[in-house]
């Protein structure tokens, strides 16, 4: 089969389940006789099980009492299902991007929207929203550092209102990554996840995104890349992602 003939839409829709019979019946030749690729649809696959291993039990947690009281029932039924909805996109991201010429394209649209999952499905949560607190900041940092394999900074934005909560460690497309959630004075969440490239990448200018509802800005910095999503207008995150950069980059 020339090598052509199977574009890197093609093993997305693959992994989706989004192919007709006779196609997949191509698409599994064209990888029956290259190895590698074979890996890496493998590895597609593992991602999505793995974000639903994470993922998939908050959707039947019962709802807060105190949101309940405050009328919040609505609110969090509407971010389970929002992040339904993500994971499901998630799942046939390859399909929807059929068009765009460039894998490094796709795999940064699918960054951002998983950021905005891990954002929808930890933001609401009242006792466990973080693994690791603000009162033991040094440990946290060291702890993901470790497991991401490279030095991390975590940005304090008092300046602009917010204040660390704390962060967590999740699965990402390539390995671990992390979480870290900021809170205003009004209850107000954001979360900033941070991944490490598969190369160090020039810096990035700052790329915009809404999931479901939820804002994201997200850019490469050498070896990292960053995603701060929020539930807030855009103009109000750009403020907050450019004291994250200034904060990483001083």
Request: without cysteine.
């Amino acid at each position: 089969m020339n090598a052509l003939a199977v574009t890197e839409a093609d093993l997305h829709a693959y992994v989706d389940g989004a192919l007709p019979p006779a196609r997949v019946a191509e698409v599994e030749a064209y990888l029956a006789e290259r190895p590698e690729e074979a890996a890496r649809v493998a590895s597609y696959r593992g991602q999505i099980q793995a974000l639903r291993r994470e993922f998939d039990g908050v959707l039947d947690e019962p709802v807060p009492e105190r949101l309940r009281r405050a009328g919040g029932r609505s609110r969090l039924l509407a971010r389970a299902a929002a992040a339904a909805a993500l994971i499901a996109l998630g799942g046939v991201a390859g399909w929807q991007l059929h068009g765009w010429t460039s894998v490094r394209q796709v795999e940064t649209a699918a960054w951002a929207r998983r950021a905005a999952m891990a954002h929808v499905v930890y933001s609401p949560e009242v006792r466990h929203p973080v693994e690791v607190g603000a009162d033991q900041e040094a440990h946290l940092v060291a702890w993901l550092s470790k497991r991401l394999g490279t030095p991390l900074k975590v940005p304090h934005l008092g300046g602009v209102g917010y204040a660390l909560v704390g962060g967590r460690l999740l699965p990402g497309e390539r390995g671990p990554v992390a979480q870290f959630m900021y809170q205003d004075g009004r209850g107000t969440r954001l979360t900033l996840y941070v991944r490490v490239n598969a190369e160090p990448a020039r810096e990035t200018a700052f790329r915009y995104s809404r999931e479901q509802g939820v804002s994201v800005f997200y850019w490469l910095d050498r070896n990292l890349g960053y995603a701060l999503s929020g539930e807030m207008a855009k103009s109000d995150l750009l403020r907050v992602a450019e004291a994250v950069y200034q904060q990483l980059n001083p």
